[in-house]
């Protein structure tokens, strides 16, 4: 799952390391996430219902023992990320480039993916060229490298393949309950300092556009998180609240919501906790210039030998 860098300051704390504590869930939670975007790869072809691929998405991940570290996302052509079907989405699949990106985490540790499939087999150049630069990236995921040259590298690959890598879009380090934590991994040469250590456990996730390669934000978010406890005058909001605690922080959809409200129950309990303060909006992520979009990500490991958590 993407970060959006807003450029006004830093995400929140830094990339937890994994240890004997915590190693197994981690694997375990990165080995069903990649499991589970095979399945749902395998699920993307025209006719099917993106609503119906994300429902069987997550219900492949409980069944394999995982809970969602956030809702299963299908985002479409230019749009490059936290696109999440709402309860009455009826999009139908025709010919769309098509990102899944899914996250499951085993007792908070996150494993994240994403790829890229092309429904119209007119753009294998702009899936490949996320791809190479992931793979790029891999490689210099090693102690003491400095975070501008992952980006450097994901930059150069996706230009020497004649697109643009999307600036303001980024991969996170991931912690206990934590989808996007401090540091970035950047996806272009943005001069960052900060060296990788052994043991960090990070997302990499180039996205690369035949567009200008920004994205803004638009409206009509389905997936949220709770950020703090703030008192609710409306019941339906204080009850969304109480239910969305055992999320612990993390996102979340509007379409898991559905069975505890009428619909225009649910939207009114969701706008007061956003004006409230106590939830975020993720709004689907579209680039500026409409280009088309294609993403890859895995979460990796630091290492001398950089290990790829995700590989299917
Ligand atoms: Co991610």
């Not at 990102?99 to 007119?122: F, M, P, Y």
Request: proline share 5%; hydrophobic share 40%; net charge neutral.
């Amino acid at each position: 799952m993407g970060y959006l860098n807003t450029g006004g300051g830093k995400s929140e704390g830094s990339a937890n390391l994994m240890t004997d504590g915590n190693r197994e869930d981690w694997e375990n939670a990165c080995r069903i996430a990649a499991q589970a975007l095979d399945y749902g790869c395998g699920l993307i072809r025209p006719g099917a219902k993106v609503r119906d691929i994300a429902e069987s998405v997550e219900k492949k991940i409980l069944e394999l023992g995982g809970q969602m570290a956030f809702p299963a996302q299908l985002s479409l052509d230019s749009t490059a990320a936290h696109s999440c079907p709402d309860v009455n989405d009826a999009t139908e699949l025709k010919s769309e480039l098509v990102k899944l990106d899914i996250g499951v985490h085993v007792n908070g540790w996150i494993g994240d993916n994403a790829r890229t499939v092309d429904l119209s087999g007119q753009h294998a150049a702009l899936v490949k060229a996320s791809r190479d630069a992931l793979e790029a990236a891999v490689k210099l995921m090693r102690p003491e490298v400095r975070l501008a040259e992952v980006g450097r590298a994901i930059q150069e690959t996706i230009s020497a393949a004649g697109f643009a890598p999307i600036r303001n879009l980024s991969g996170h380090g991931l912690g206990q309950y934590m989808v996007h934590i401090a540091p970035n991994v950047p996806n272009f040469d943005s001069g960052e300092r900060t060296v990788l250590q052994e043991g960090q456990v990070f997302a990499v996730e180039p996205f690369a556009t035949s567009g200008q390669g920004l994205v803004v934000d638009t409206s009509n978010a389905t997936i949220f998180s709770i950020v703090q406890q703030r008192p609710q005058r409306d019941a339906g909001a204080k009850q969304l609240l109480e239910h969305c605690a055992h999320y612990n922080g993390l996102p979340f959809a509007a379409r898991w919501l559905a069975p505890l409200m009428p619909q225009f129950r649910l939207s009114l309990a969701l706008r007061s906790l956003q004006s409230s303060g106590a939830m975020r909006a993720y709004p689907p992520l579209v680039e500026k210039t409409r280009g088309l979009v294609s993403q890859a990500e895995y979460t990796v490991l630091v290492k001398d030998k950089p290990v790829v958590l995700t590989r299917s």
